[in-house]
Every structure is written in C-alpha cells, then in structure tokens.
C-alpha cells in the first residue's frame, strides 16, 4: 500500500488524469501472446524505458524503490544463521522469485548500503491538494444534488409507476391513517 500511495502522490494532476484515463480506456484485451511477448527482454526494457518517458515519478516509485526494498529484504534474509549445534555462522540459502523488470535493479543495488526508511513513509499532501480535493467532491456531489433535484419529480413519478417499486412500497410502507 506504501508504494502505490506514493506513486499515486508523486504524479501531477495532469499525469494522473491521463494514467486514469489510459487505464480506464485501453481498447485491446489482454491475451495470451501479449503475456508471451513480455517475457522477452528487449520488449520488457523497451516498455520500461516507454515508462519512464510518459511517467518518470511513476517508474521511480514503482520499480526503482521496490527495487531498492526487494534488495534490502533479500540481503536480510540471506545473512548468515547462527547454528547452536555447530557454534557457527553458516550462510542462509535463500530463493527470491521477482518479477523480471526488477532483476536488473536488484543486482544493481545488492553491493550497496541501503536504507529503507525513506521509502516506507507517505508524505502527507499538501495544503494545496487537499483543499483542491475538497472543492472537486464538493463540486461533483453539488451537481449530483442540482440534477437529482432538477429531475426529481420526473424521475420520481417514473420510479413509482415501475410495478416492483409499487409491490415494495405496499408492502414497506405504512399506508394511511
């Protein structure tokens, strides 16, 4: 959760009603020879490197810190193990199975000291953002009401015409005196 909630508060407004917008719309389903073709490298650091130019925040976050927290996790669990029957440390044998866009950062941060605190923490938004917020749900639920309340009366002799909302209200709903 950490990590989407950075990515998502590393985005500019216009970067994420774009990325909304390419998700929300994207035309092609996704089929088996797709997922093929991922596989392969050159396609792999191709759409990486796309990535990187459309959202370069994204792809820090996304794969770059979690590169630098899967290296942190492995090298833990790879330390050495003190067995007390042998009165030694032996190394841990340890399988880290990761996705393959992650291999090539991994190796690249394994020699290095890392720190993890930085990229566990969420910033807080700003003032700006979250004022910004606000009015935008505001504004929504506002014309959600004036246009309930424009075709109220409308909608609300349509609705009690339907015959299961009449069965429903005979049975609900007191009538009369």
């Given at each position: 959760?950490?990590?989407f909630k950075r990515a998502i508060a590393a985005l500019s407004l216009w970067q994420k009603m774009k990325l909304a917008w390419g998700l929300c719309f994207l035309s092609d389903p996704i089929i088996k020879e797709d997922v093929e073709k991922c596989k392969q490298k050159d396609l792999l650091e191709q759409t990486m490197s796309e990535m990187i130019g459309e959202f370069p925040d994204l792809h820090r976050t996304?794969?770059?810190?979690r590169d630098i927290y899967l290296t942190y996790m492995l090298k833990q669990a790879a330390q050495r193990v003190e067995l007390p029957a042998l009165q030694e440390k032996v190394p841990a044998v340890v399988v880290g199975v990761v996705g393959m866009g992650h291999v090539p950062g991994i190796e690249r941060n394994w020699d290095t000291p890392l720190n993890i605190q930085e990229i566990m923490s969420v910033s807080?938004?700003?003032l700006s953002?979250?004022?910004?917020k606000t009015v935008l749900k505001g504004s929504v639920l506002g014309i959600l009401g004036y246009a309930c309340y424009r075709a109220g009366s409308g909608v609300g002799q349509v609705l009690l015409s339907v015959p299961v909302v009449q069965t429903f209200m005979r049975r609900f709903v007191p009538s009369g005196p």
């Open positions: 959760p950490v990590t996304i794969v770059a810190e807080p938004p700003s953002g979250t004022v910004l």
